[in-house]
């Protein structure tokens, strides 16, 4: 997958767990937690669904990779590389 | 003996407002209506792994009173608690900006919690090859037994005492006692109390019905929960709400508030006998008591709210207890909630009572449905058959709930008058 393909995982991952928030205008470079309602029980959500989906392990130690969709990008673009672009 | 001065006004607990979520109605309006109108809220209902069954569904507008993402964390009898809890609230007409909520509790009985989450979460890793790493953190906050209750708390930011009464099909009743209990302490003075299931959403509950041989079936689902009629076969699961503010009567007069009725009377006890199978002789005990703590007789009971659930036994069971309290005249008049909507398990007790409500008002005792031809093993004269009764007046209603593990709980409301 290609950047703008994680992008849009990442982004069908937070539009089914935080429903109420507008997406449209989520800002990259921008903590999640500072433009949308997301707690840790939240967050975790993005790692399961990155384990289900993905099969992708994040070690806990790692989870600050995660605070903003370009950090989160970067860090899974390496490992996602194998992965088919969804159709 | 109650260690309570019943005479002492700040004793006497009234019913202030009404919520609810039943598979024929989404307030105590709708419910009367259907229940007087002889309106089922039996449908057909998909379930995982055992296919097509009957059940009582609840239709509720989920997110009038939570945000989808607080509906997905949390569990549906979070969601059926939260919808009525805030129902009930808004109904009682307290002004709750202005409520000192250290002072509200919440007490919510259930039948069951968790076993549909855990099942979901089976589900879910089953995917994955049973792979545990993808089980949910979600589970434990869904399935600790507080859930529904303290979801209530969430919602409502209310910081009094919360918790669930675990009663097995006694649950509605139960919530109801553990309110009226706590209001007498002292321990709250507002009481949100009831009963709450969810029960449907899993298939467990039905396919253990199904093993027991206490499953209802019907080509007709309006006509598959059949109480005290020779054809009936069993149980039709339901899922719903029932939920009451209670209030001493001294803050429900200062307030102006509308008043349903006074809980007068209640009983508890047990079995002692049997994992399953019913007791009439305890059944017929425990409300004795709920009238001795009441001050009246059985000629004072206008209306019966059965616990009746349409299998063999426990029809039988609660017939011959209902006999020998109230011998084998014509009255009082004894009604069925569960013909209508199904057995709404931990909501059951909470939603019989409440549908009955509206007698104080109408002087009707709602029927009995689907009773073509009544067992004679239960034969009793004084149920109310097909079409609601005009009783005139109506001071007083017994509801009954019992459950398994031989659970009884026995709940008396009187018409309110100071």
Not at chain 2, 45 to 64: H, I, K, N, S
Not at chain 2, 301 to 314: F, L, N, P, R
Not at chain 2, 381 to 391: A, D, H, M, T
Request: aromatic share 6%; with cysteine.
């Amino acid at each position: 997958m290609i950047a703008e393909d994680i992008r849009q995982v990442i982004i069908d991952i937070l539009a089914r767990i935080a429903p109420d928030e507008d997406l449209s205008d989520l800002q990259d470079d921008v903590a999640f937690r500072e433009q949308m309602e997301l707690d840790s029980m939240d967050f975790l959500d993005i790692v399961m669904e990155l384990r289900k989906q993905y099969r992708v392990q994040i070690p806990e130690e790692e989870y600050e990779q995660l605070i903003s969709m370009s950090s989160t990008v970067s860090y899974l673009m390496p490992r996602l590389k194998d992965v088919e672009s969804p159709a | 003996m109650s260690m309570f001065d019943l005479r002492d006004p700040r004793n006497r607990i009234v019913i202030t407002g009404v919520g609810l979520a039943a598979p024929n109605g989404n307030d105590l309006s709708e419910f009367r209506t259907k229940l007087l109108s002889g309106c089922s809220g039996v449908s057909d209902f998909e379930t995982r792994y055992m296919g097509p069954v009957l059940a009582g569904v609840c239709e509720f507008d989920q997110l009038r009173y939570q945000k989808r993402k607080e509906a997905r964390r949390g569990t549906r009898s979070g969601s059926i608690a939260i919808y009525c809890a805030h129902e009930a609230i808004g109904d009682s007409g307290i002004d709750w900006s202005a409520i000192n909520r250290d002072r509200v509790g919440v007490f919510l009985g259930i039948t069951e919690h968790g076993n549909v989450e855990t099942e979901n979460e089976i589900y879910e890793i089953s995917q994955f090859d049973y792979d545990t790493s993808v089980w949910s953190h979600h589970h434990n906050p869904r399935t600790v037994a507080n859930n529904p209750a303290g979801e209530v708390t969430l919602s409502l930011q209310i910081t009094g005492p919360h918790l669930t009464i675990g009663a097995a099909c006694a649950a509605g009743n139960a919530g109801f006692i553990h309110g009226v209990q706590m209001l007498r302490l002292g321990e709250v003075d507002t009481a949100i109390a009831g009963g709450v299931s969810e029960s449907i959403h899993t298939f467990g509950i039905f396919a253990s019905f199904q093993s027991q041989g206490a499953l209802a079936t019907h080509d007709d689902p309006t006509k598959a929960c059949r109480p005290f009629d020779i054809n009936r076969n069993g149980i039709v699961v339901a899922e719903g709400g029932g939920i009451c503010v209670l209030e001493r009567l001294p803050d429900a007069l200062e307030r102006g508030a509308k008043i349903y009725g006074e809980i007068v009377g209640y009983a508890m006890n047990s079995d002692a006998a049997d994992f399953v199978l019913p007791d009439s002789t305890r059944q017929a005990e425990c409300m004795q008591l709920a009238l001795e703590r009441a001050g009246i007789g059985p000629a004072d009971v206008d209306i019966v709210s059965s616990h009746a659930t349409a299998t063999e036994q426990g029809d039988i069971e609660e017939s011959q207890a209902l006999r020998r309290v109230f011998g084998d005249g014509d009255t009082p008049a004894v009604n069925n909630t569960k013909s209508f909507i199904g057995h709404a398990m931990g909501a059951a007790g909470a939603l019989e009572l409440l549908g009955n409500l509206g007698a104080f008002e109408d002087g009707l005792a709602h029927a009995t449905i689907n009773l073509d031809e009544i067992d004679p093993r239960c034969g009793l004269k004084q149920i109310v058959v097909g079409e609601p009764r005009n009783l005139g007046e109506v001071n007083y209603i017994l509801n009954n709930s019992f459950g398994m593990l031989g659970i009884n709980s026995v709940v008396i409301v009187k018409k309110f008058s100071e």
